[in-house]
């Protein structure tokens, strides 16, 4: 790229000054790393002239730059046509769940649109909103509780759980969410979720599973901002746990929710771009954010993209960080400032820190901002405490200000939206949904294209010399908040799911045992307490060397116990296999060869089914054709009945990426179709492996097995010596191999590492 315009007729400036040399100008440009084209510059002595300015590259930079690419995802206006307008005299009650609020958060584009929604929703009259806060709460949330309430919006922050989550964070709040819900009983018409982090997940999983408390509940997501395209934009790499669970939920949320929303038709088309992320959702819409009422009381959208109005202060308006074009627009300034141009008298940096540092944030940003203001002559002003209305009132009511916003990559701006909507002036960078907002006759007046500092410094000084243009909205704002509101009116008539009645398949329940016999009466009294027909299930023991007379004394009277039950048509059948076999894996494979059933469930000798444990996942199955159904686990340390939950495993599910490092499918005591589990042809049978379960899901999930994860904890799991609990091996888990089965021979050493450096960082 040349100079560009407005730095060539910088150094001509210069160069015609007194005292100025054209060398000194060009080595001022080439300083700051301007690449300077000889066109640019003037002719020596008294037959110069200016040249003449070529045509600037401001074309708005769509992603992806196909102009093939269909844009047809329907908006609320379309949709209302097709949606009937009941007739209820009942207020619609709507539960919002965010991360991020106005107020207890130093909020970004997340918070403002949430916000936003509740409190346009609460104004309408027609709607009880109720805000499900998930986010790290202030030291007291009791003073936002009562703004809200002002506001007429119920703000409740998510409760503690009652027993402790072994999860990563965001899971575990997810979980908390659907349990929440749960609890509230139908007491919901519509439940709006953003993708970001995934606080939907488990919710929508439940419905598709068919879980009743969710099956009158019409659910919505808004794409905002998935994390992938959060690293990929800040240029951070894919380095931590948290950013593959915040994937997957991320994805999945998409996947099932009844509703997908995206304020542009940009984020639609990525997620369409990425082959991990499935196909939309049918009802997926393009609908601009709405404004806080605060803001579009206030709107006063320009009449006119020609008007230009003097600048005198830059103000970097976003977050400090990568994404949002920190350092373009530092060295941005660093061309303006090293120039003899007419310049603005201010400069401030107008947003809270995110530079993903250690140290505290703001001493951090504050620290970046002077050290590179050392090549500026004015002293910036740095504002990073500011709410998201303060930020807004500075703008609006300062004279003479132009908000810069250079990012990256954007998804539907609410800094660009919210200029627009009050009339402030403003340049940008014609990235993702940005130029869906302005109205195309002053894209080339407002957004400046590539995203370097270069194109930045042209597109600020040309503002400053000629003064900045006041571009229009294509949002009408007042339209933008009925359609809205309307929609959701008309959307809470979700497709009542009437549980179909279910056949009751015949089930084999295999249990391994070897010298326990005290706690496999246990388990096996917890089978028997089964909320299942009992003439459906099987249950096969396979005696794997027990040779403790204890233990042989008790599984003799289990099996006369049994026997007695069969006979009394109490129970389908039962079998007991005594034999000395090499492997856990072993063991389970001799147990569903002994039977026929249609669906066969494993259990240990060590752990105690709840009596939900079948019919849940039966049900499952049944609901959702699945080849696999799993659960979540309440483990216990104690050689007695299980009372007290220790600590309640909390997995995700068919997350394979995940499933690399360690377990994410789901308890051991999972159900298999039989033609699914012959089919991938039973457990391993390695000696004194412990993970043959978590080898076999990730070999199911791998091979496009339908894997299913009920999101109740539906057994006891007894943590103690002995127990068959997975291990992480960094050397190398039999659970690697599936991934190694469908990798390339030359790749398997890189996952091995991968594998073996990540367990020894867990």
Not at 385 to 408: D, I, K, T
Not at 445 to 451: D, E, G, I, R
Request: hydrophobic letters at 45%; one cysteine or more; a neutral charge.
């Amino acid at each position: 790229m040349t100079g560009g315009t407005w730095v060539g007729r910088a150094l001509r400036r210069a160069a015609q000054r007194p005292g100025v040399c054209l060398a000194g100008a060009v080595l001022a440009a080439l300083s700051v790393g301007v690449i300077v084209s000889v066109a640019l510059l003037p002719e020596v002595g008294p037959r110069a002239h200016r040249v003449a300015r070529p045509a600037r590259n401001r074309a708005p930079a769509y992603w992806p730059p196909n102009q093939d690419v269909r844009r047809d995802f329907r908006n609320f206006a379309q949709a209302l046509s097709s949606i009937a307008r009941p007739e209820r005299a009942a207020m619609v009650r709507i539960c919002i769940v965010t991360y991020s609020l106005v107020g207890p958060t130093k909020n970004g584009g997340i918070g403002t649109a949430d916000t936003a929604m509740a409190e346009l929703l609460a104004s309408d009259g027609r709607f009880a909103v109720t805000v499900l806060y998930v986010g790290e709460a202030p030291d007291s949330i009791a003073p936002w509780v009562q703004h809200y309430a002002t506001k007429g919006v119920h703000l409740v922050p998510l409760p503690d759980s009652e027993v402790t989550i072994s999860a990563n964070r965001y899971a575990t709040v997810s979980y908390l969410v659907y349990r929440w819900l749960r609890a509230q009983e139908h007491a919901f018409d519509i439940v709006r979720f953003h993708e970001w982090h995934g606080p939907g997940y488990f919710s929508l999983l439940a419905k598709r599973q068919g879980e009743s408390s969710c099956s009158s509940t019409t659910f919505v997501v808004t794409l905002h901002c998935p994390s992938t395209f959060y690293l990929e934009g800040s240029r951070r790499p894919f380095s931590s746990m948290n950013a593959f669970v915040s994937d997957f939920l991320e994805r999945q949320s998409v996947a099932l929710t009844d509703i997908l929303v995206s304020p542009s038709a940009f984020m639609l088309e990525w997620v369409q771009q990425r082959p991990e992320w499935p196909t939309l959702p049918g009802r997926t819409f393009v609908q601009p954010n709405v404004l806080m009422p605060s803001v579009a009381r206030s709107s006063s959208v320009a009449s006119t993209g020609a008007q230009r109005v003097p600048v005198h202060e830059l103000v970097f308006f976003g977050r400090l960080e990568v994404l949002k074009g920190f350092h373009i627009f530092c060295d941005a300034l660093d061309i303006l400032f090293s120039s003899s141009m007419p310049l603005p008298l201010g400069v401030t940096f107008l947003g809270r820190p995110n530079f993903g540092t250690s140290s505290d944030s703001t001493v951090d940003a504050v620290a970046r901002i002077r050290d590179r203001a050392r090549q500026w002559s004015i002293e910036p002003i740095i504002l990073t405490e500011m709410s998201q209305p303060e930020a807004v009132a500075y703008l609006r009511h300062g004279s003479g200000r132009l908000a810069v916003m250079p990012s990256f990559v954007e998804n539907s701006p609410y800094a660009v939206l919210e200029c627009l909507a009050m009339g402030v002036p403003f340049i940008a960078s014609a990235v993702g949904g940005t130029p869906e907002l302005v109205d195309p006759r002053d894209t080339k007046s407002v957004l400046f294209a590539p995203v370097t500092a270069e194109a930045l410094a042209n597109a600020v000084g040309e503002a400053v010399e000629l003064g900045a243009v006041v571009a229009r909205s294509v949002v009408n704002h007042t339209a933008n908040g009925a359609e809205t509101a309307e929609l959701h009116w008309r959307i809470a008539q979700p497709d009542r799911l009437v549980p179909p009645e279910l056949p009751h398949p015949i089930v084999a329940v295999c249990i391994v045992h070897r010298n326990r016999g005290t706690l496999l009466q246990q388990s096996i009294d917890g089978v028997l307490q089964q909320r299942y027909d009992p003439m459906r299930m099987d249950i096969v023991i396979v005696a794997d060397g027990s040779d403790d007379r204890m233990s042989l004394d008790a599984l003799d009277s289990l099996e006369l116990r049994l026997r007695d039950l069969v006979t009394s048509q109490q129970l389908h059948g039962a079998q007991v296999i005594r034999d000395s076999i090499r492997s856990t894996g072993a063991a389970r494979n001799t147990a569903f060869q002994h039977s026929s059933a249609e669906f066969v469930a494993f259990l240990d000798d060590c752990d105690v089914p709840k009596n939900t444990w079948l019919s849940s996942m039966v049900k499952v199955a049944l609901h959702t054709q699945a080849d696999i159904v799993t659960c979540m686990a309440d483990v216990f340390e104690d050689a007695s009945r299980p009372v007290k939950v220790l600590r309640r495993w909390v997995p995700l599910g068919p997350a394979p990426d995940l499933g690399m490092f360690h377990n994410v499918y789901g308890a051991y005591a999972g159900l298999f179709r039989r033609k699914a589990l012959v089919s991938l042809g039973g457990y391993s049978e390695d000696a004194g492996a412990t993970s043959e379960d978590w080898e076999l899901y990730a070999r199911a999930v791998l091979q496009g097995m339908r894997l299913e994860l009920v999101p109740e904890a539906l057994i006891w799991y007894r943590d103690r010596p002995g127990s068959m609990r997975p291990q992480q091996d960094p050397a190398g888990s039999p659970a690697l191999r599936p991934y190694l089965a469908v990798l390339r021979p030359e790749l398997h050493n890189a996952i091995r590492f991968s594998h073996a450096n990540t367990i020894r960082a867990m």
